[in-house]
């Protein structure tokens, strides 16, 4: 299995952010993360990532545990943050050198790169800073280094952002290939069409707890069998307004 | 260090010395590069011309005997204020790249200390021209600043991963708490030893005294070596022997960081979320400071009357100046400071009945509180000077270009104005009788303020600009606030020119009377004759100008 969260916690002084979230995504997998704002899903992808460190519960990734084998568990890993910042004095060709490096790729990277430049119709961008790109583009570029070193879990916030029609295809067509391939994929999206069209599962979060879980399939198929024909978004409504409305969480009633 | 992060300092160097480049090939790039480096041009001849300047060795001796001193007082304060994560502001590349790429916590610690070293040794050059007068040979005093800079960036992660080792983030305010204790015992105590040894003394001789005690000196000891390799003369064992010791303490400090390897990315991601979330707010103009909670109730200002359209823009300024309330307060507290020291100065003493003083010392520094709008003006930028993202915005509204620029004028003005005022009222108050010329400068706060404000936001809409993090050695940028510095001094110098001008002419035939009124009367039409080309210059400027000062 590529990514494992067991009781994952996070808490900032007295407020608790994530509690108590347990859920596995296998390779092959695209499990979409969906909720309100402030729910706790970037929260969750940035530990995940390892750049936040878990108050309590243990993530593994591909085997690695993050607290104690970081850096194993970070070269299977592709975490692409949802407003990507880029160096702004390095061209696009350069970001992908500094990836090639950081992650010890063989010396046929630059082949896989022109074929992710290409991809995302970055060729002719190649030699332009990233001060230079407009929002979708630098995203492209973000992606794209993520994709480098063939990832086997694959992190995205947000990733329709600023993207265009055809990079909005492109990147669909991409996640299903590398999920084909064999990677756990996670997106955190607030485009439940997004989410019908490209995940297998969902986990649904709702200040800070987990409250829906399971493969899409499944999911329709028992609101079949229950008589409701509802979509993706009606779920969401009904889920997070039937939650009545309560105090923040604080870290003295978890 | 890890190869890749190397590698990624080399990129970025290039890749500054590449936009350097590029701006020098466009004609405005390079006049603003020659200006840049025409601030320096002196420096670096001397430099040359005269390797070992002599006829400076009381300076030497004084930097000697007091840069320790303020390298432990800069030291002190970074134990007693430092929020526990500053060391240590990533870029939000860098937390993008770097925080989820195979990098151990140490690699990435070591490149945070490489980058620095890089920028210390590009920033060396510069503030090596700025200490010549302390150094006596110059390459000796760049090592040594070198060293220095360096030494007092890794005190301050030092300190950071010392703090976070320790339970940081909770503990920060008692961690503050304690040093500033241990601060006021060894205060109190060296007080109470040598209060009477001390009796009698300047301060400047107490301050002397207190440094030759034992104690003081033992304190002292980690910072000399860089005081006295900066200032070396001979080669050895002065300038080799105190290097290669300032050279051992870093490296000690490096090991210290590398070896307390806490947990920081956590931390670090957050101070620098923050850090950049403000640059981001005073890029878009709004306020430096915010509240952490998401839920704070903000206090309302009430609405303005229309007030022929300027209404509704004033309050909108008017907002955001009581909520950046800290930075307003500087204004304030400057001119009382003045003031104070005005009275002080003209009194000899503070003590009551209140009256008397040198009436000629009371109008200097009448004069001194009337030129801070120099200083101020940048603080109190509520105008169009912080609105450089909101251009758009203010075009689309139902408003004329002058009444646009009225509104956006009054808020700086006012603050200006009434905080002058203030320290103007308690100047005479406290000396008063005070001479009639007193009133005269009085008078001319307003339409000088004014005039100010007005040439700032000229400069600002014809040359546009927004704050960002300058690299050390970055001359083109310093070339740009060295032209838009010279272009504001020569209007500013224009017009009072012109009205002294005037005033002149009254004088000769009424004396100062005349001219106060005359002079007053030509600034005041000036400054009524300048709100137009602002409205104009508010009108052409072109909101698709991306320009990043």
Same mark, same amino acid.
């Given at each position: 299995?590529?990514?494992?969260?067991?009781?994952?916690?996070?808490?900032?002084?007295?407020?608790?952010?994530?509690?108590?979230?347990?859920?596995?995504?296998?390779?092959?997998?695209?499990?979409?993360?969906?909720?309100?704002?402030?729910?706790?899903?970037?929260?969750?992808?940035?530990?995940?990532?390892?750049?936040?460190?878990?108050?309590?519960?243990?993530?593994?990734?591909?085997?690695?545990?993050?607290?104690?084998?970081?850096?194993?568990?970070?070269?299977?890993?592709?975490?692409?943050?949802?407003?990507?910042?880029?160096?702004?004095?390095?061209?696009?060709?350069?970001?992908?050198?500094?990836?090639?490096?950081?992650?010890?790729?063989?010396?046929?990277?630059?082949?896989?790169?022109?074929?992710?430049?290409?991809?995302?119709?970055?060729?002719?961008? +190649?030699?332009?800073?990233?001060?230079?790109?407009? +929002?979708?583009?630098?995203?492209?570029?973000?992606?794209?280094?993520?994709?480098?070193?063939?990832?086997?879990?694959?992190?995205?916030?947000?990733?329709?952002?600023?993207?265009?029609? +055809?990079?909005?295809?492109?990147?669909?067509?991409?996640?299903?290939?590398?999920?084909?391939?064999?990677?756990?994929?996670?997106?955190?999206?607030?485009?439940?069409?997004?989410?019908?069209?490209?995940?297998?599962?969902?986990?649904?979060?709702? +200040?800070?707890?987990?409250?829906?879980?399971?493969?899409?399939?499944?999911?329709?198929?028992?609101?079949?069998?229950?008589?409701?024909?509802?979509?993706?978004?009606?779920?969401?409504?009904?889920?997070?307004?039937?939650?009545?409305?309560?105090?923040?969480?604080?870290?003295?009633?978890? | 260090?890890?190869?890749?992060?190397?590698?990624?300092?080399?990129?970025?160097?290039?890749?500054?010395?590449?936009?350097?480049?590029?701006?020098?090939?466009?004609?405005?790039? @390079?006049?603003?590069?020659?200006?840049?480096?025409?601030?320096?041009?002196?420096?670096?001849?001397?430099?040359? @011309?005269?390797?070992?300047?002599?006829?400076?060795?009381?300076?030497?001796?004084?930097?000697?005997?007091?840069?320790?001193?303020?390298? @432990?007082?800069?030291?002190?304060?970074? @134990?007693?204020?430092?929020?526990?994560?500053?060391?240590?502001?990533?870029?939000?590349?860098?937390?993008?790249?770097?925080?989820?790429?195979?990098?151990?916590?140490?690699?990435?610690?070591?490149?945070?200390?490489?980058?620095?070293?890089?920028?210390?040794?590009?920033?060396?050059?510069?503030?090596?021209?700025?200490?010549?007068?302390?150094?006596?040979?110059?390459?000796?005093?760049?090592?040594?600043?070198?060293?220095?800079?360096?030494?007092?960036?890794?005190?301050?992660?030092?300190?950071?991963?010392?703090?976070?080792?320790?339970?940081?983030?909770?503990?920060?305010?008692?961690?503050?708490?304690?040093?500033?204790?241990?601060?006021?015992?060894?205060?109190?105590?060296?007080?109470?030893?040598?209060?009477?040894?001390?009796?009698?003394?300047?301060?400047?001789?107490?301050?002397?005294?207190?440094?030759?005690?034992?104690?003081?000196?033992?304190?002292?000891?980690?910072?000399?070596?860089?005081?006295?390799?900066?200032?070396?003369?001979?080669?050895?064992?002065?300038?080799?022997?105190?290097?290669?010791?300032?050279?051992?303490?870093?490296?000690?400090?490096?090991?210290?960081?590398?070896?307390?390897?806490?947990?920081?990315?956590?931390?670090?991601?957050?101070?620098?979320?923050?850090?950049?979330?403000?640059?981001?707010?005073?890029?878009?103009?709004?306020?430096?400071?915010?509240?952490?909670?998401?839920?704070?109730?903000?206090?309302?200002?009430?609405?303005?009357?229309?007030?022929?359209?300027?209404?509704?823009?004033?309050?909108?300024?008017?907002?955001?100046?009581?909520?950046?309330?800290?930075?307003?307060?500087?204004?304030?507290?400057?001119?009382?400071?003045?003031?104070?020291?005005?009275?002080?100065?003209?009194?000899?003493?503070?003590?009551?009945?209140?009256?008397?003083?040198?009436?000629?010392?009371?109008?200097?520094?009448?004069?001194?509180?009337?030129?801070?709008?120099?200083?101020?003006?940048?603080?109190?930028?509520?105008?169009?000077?912080?609105?450089?993202?909101?251009?758009?915005?203010?075009?689309?509204?139902?408003?004329?270009?002058?009444?646009?620029?009225?509104?956006?004028?009054?808020?700086?003005?006012?603050?200006?104005?009434?905080?002058?005022?203030?320290?103007?009222?308690?100047?005479?108050?406290?000396?008063?009788?005070?001479?009639?010329?007193?009133?005269?400068?009085?008078?001319?706060?307003?339409?000088?303020?004014?005039?100010?404000?007005?040439?700032?936001?000229?400069?600002?809409?014809?040359?546009?600009?927004?704050?960002?993090?300058?690299?050390?050695?970055?001359?083109?940028?310093?070339?740009?606030?060295?032209?838009?510095?010279?272009?504001?001094?020569?209007?500013?110098?224009?017009?009072?020119?012109?009205?002294?001008?005037?005033?002149?002419?009254?004088?000769?035939?009424?004396?100062?009377?005349?001219?106060?009124?005359?002079?007053?009367?030509?600034?005041?039409?000036?400054?009524?004759?300048?709100?137009?080309?602002?409205?104009?210059?508010?009108?052409?400027?072109?909101?698709?100008?991306?320009?990043?000062?």
């Amino acid at each position: 299995m590529s990514i494992v969260v067991e009781d994952y916690h996070k808490i900032y002084g007295e407020t608790v952010a994530v509690q108590g979230v347990t859920f596995r995504v296998e390779p092959g997998e695209v499990l979409g993360l969906i909720g309100p704002n402030g729910a706790g899903k970037t929260t969750t992808l940035r530990a995940l990532a390892g750049i936040l460190t878990p108050t309590r519960g243990r993530i593994l990734v591909s085997g690695h545990d993050m607290a104690t084998d970081a850096v194993a568990a970070k070269q299977a890993l592709c975490y692409v943050p949802d407003d990507p910042k880029l160096f702004d004095t390095l061209t696009v060709w350069e970001h992908f050198r500094f990836i090639a490096s950081a992650y010890r790729l063989d010396p046929a990277w630059p082949e896989r790169a022109e074929v992710l430049l290409e991809q995302f119709e970055l060729t002719e961008k +190649r030699g332009a800073l990233a001060s230079e790109l407009s +929002r979708g583009m630098r995203q492209k570029v973000a992606i794209g280094c993520g994709f480098l070193h063939d990832p086997s879990a694959i992190l995205l916030d947000e990733p329709l952002t600023g993207l265009d029609p +055809r990079g909005i295809r492109t990147m669909k067509q991409t996640v299903q290939a590398r999920a084909r391939d064999g990677a756990a994929v996670m997106i955190s999206s607030h485009l439940l069409s997004l989410v019908e069209d490209l995940c297998t599962s969902v986990l649904m979060f709702h +200040r800070g707890q987990v409250i829906l879980s399971g493969r899409l399939d499944e999911l329709s198929r028992k609101a079949a069998e229950d008589g409701r024909s509802e979509s993706l978004e009606d779920l969401f409504l009904r889920l997070t307004e039937e939650q009545k409305p309560e105090p923040a969480l604080d870290a003295e009633g978890f | 260090m890890d190869p890749a992060l190397v590698l990624l300092l080399r990129l970025r160097l290039w890749g500054w010395l590449r936009r350097m480049g590029r701006k020098l090939g466009t004609a405005k790039g @390079l006049l603003l590069t020659a200006v840049g480096l025409m601030i320096f041009a002196p420096s670096i001849l001397a430099v040359f @011309l005269d390797p070992k300047p002599r006829g400076a060795a009381m300076q030497i001796e004084g930097f000697q005997r007091f840069g320790p001193v303020l390298l @432990l007082v800069y030291c002190l304060s970074t @134990l007693l204020f430092s929020p526990g994560d500053k060391a240590f502001a990533f870029s939000p590349a860098e937390i993008s790249f770097l925080f989820p790429a195979p990098f151990t916590r140490r690699k990435l610690l070591a490149y945070k200390i490489g980058g620095n070293l890089a920028l210390t040794l590009l920033m060396g050059i510069f503030m090596s021209f700025a200490f010549r007068q302390n150094t006596r040979f110059w390459p000796f005093g760049y090592v040594g600043l070198v060293l220095a800079f360096s030494f007092l960036q890794l005190f301050a992660m030092a300190v950071t991963l010392a703090g976070q080792a320790i339970g940081a983030r909770a503990s920060t305010r008692r961690r503050q708490l304690a040093v500033a204790l241990i601060v006021v015992l060894v205060g109190a105590t060296l007080v109470s030893v040598g209060w009477r040894s001390l009796a009698g003394l300047t301060p400047l001789e107490a301050l002397k005294k207190l440094e030759a005690t034992p104690a003081v000196q033992v304190a002292l000891a980690p910072f000399r070596p860089f005081v006295l390799a900066i200032s070396a003369g001979r080669l050895w064992p002065d300038f080799l022997l105190w290097a290669f010791v300032g050279f051992a303490i870093n490296a000690a400090l490096v090991a210290a960081i590398l070896l307390l390897d806490t947990q920081y990315l956590e931390a670090a991601a957050a101070s620098s979320e923050r850090f950049y979330a403000k640059l981001e707010r005073m890029r878009k103009g709004g306020p430096s400071v915010s509240s952490r909670n998401p839920n704070k109730k903000w206090k309302q200002v009430p609405a303005l009357p229309w007030w022929g359209g300027v209404g509704p823009i004033l309050w909108r300024q008017v907002t955001t100046a009581y909520r950046d309330f800290a930075r307003v307060l500087v204004v304030p507290i400057t001119m009382l400071v003045l003031a104070g020291v005005g009275i002080y100065v003209a009194r000899g003493h503070f003590h009551l009945p209140l009256g008397g003083g040198d009436p000629d010392v009371v109008m200097g520094f009448a004069g001194i509180i009337l030129g801070t709008v120099l200083v101020m003006s940048p603080i109190v930028s509520f105008d169009f000077r912080s609105d450089f993202e909101r251009m758009e915005g203010l075009k689309t509204l139902p408003l004329s270009p002058l009444q646009v620029v009225m509104g956006q004028l009054a808020t700086p003005a006012a603050l200006i104005c009434a905080s002058q005022a203030l320290a103007f009222a308690i100047l005479a108050v406290a000396t008063w009788p005070v001479a009639p010329l007193f009133w005269g400068i009085v008078a001319f706060a307003i339409p000088l303020n004014v005039i100010m404000l007005e040439v700032e936001n000229l400069m600002f809409l014809w040359f546009p600009s927004r704050p960002m993090a300058h690299t050390p050695g970055d001359v083109q940028a310093m070339g740009r606030m060295m032209v838009i510095m010279i272009a504001k001094m020569l209007s500013l110098a224009l017009i009072t020119g012109v009205a002294a001008g005037l005033g002149l002419l009254a004088y000769l035939a009424g004396g100062w009377v005349a001219f106060v009124i005359v002079a007053w009367l030509g600034m005041m039409l000036s400054a009524l004759l300048i709100m137009p080309l602002l409205g104009v210059a508010f009108q052409a400027f072109d909101v698709a100008s991306d320009t990043v000062s």
